[in-house]
């Protein structure tokens, strides 16, 4: 058994934000949902390694009335350290606050965790 995607909510509207928040900020790549799913909004994000297999996908999904996940969160792994660090610093110039305080918390990997626009938890995090 393999993961296949995660979905985090956003509020009606919100896709733009998250578009900037996922493209923009973590570098995923935005891809086109199939056509039976777009009428319901949202927006879907993949990452990809070098030789061009998908290593993650995530979908936001829109909701109504939206609450944004708290505690429940997706954690993506990056290379290494330098890399989560350019990846936190990108998020933090661009208004997002990113966490440290649970970075050398978990055994075996540096992590960070921030929010999306919508308040939905994202944990980024290497080994260590």
């Known amino acids: 058994m393999r993961l ?4 985090v909510g956003c ?22 949902k199939p056509e039976a799913l777009r009428a319901r909004g949202g927006a879907w994000f993949r990452a990809r390694d ?3 297999a998908v290593t993650a996908e995530l979908h936001v999904g829109v909701e109504d009335p939206f609450r944004p996940a708290v505690r429940a969160h997706p954690a ?7 890399g989560l660090d350019r990846t936190a610093d990108r998020l933090a110039a661009a208004g997002h606050e990113v966490d440290h305080t649970e970075r050398h918390t978990f055994d075996g990997f540096v992590r960070v965790h921030v ?3 919508h308040g939905n938890r ?3 995090l290497v080994p260590a």
């Open 4 to 7: 296949h995607h995660v979905q």
């Open 11 to 32: 509020p009606p509207g919100g896709e733009d934000a998250a578009r900037a928040f996922y493209v923009d900020g973590l570098g995923l790549t935005e891809v086109a």
């Open 50 to 52: 070098d030789d061009g």
């Open 76 to 82: 993506l792994l990056l290379d290494d350290v330098a």
């Open 115 to 117: 929010r999306d626009p």
């Open 122 to 124: 994202v944990e980024l």
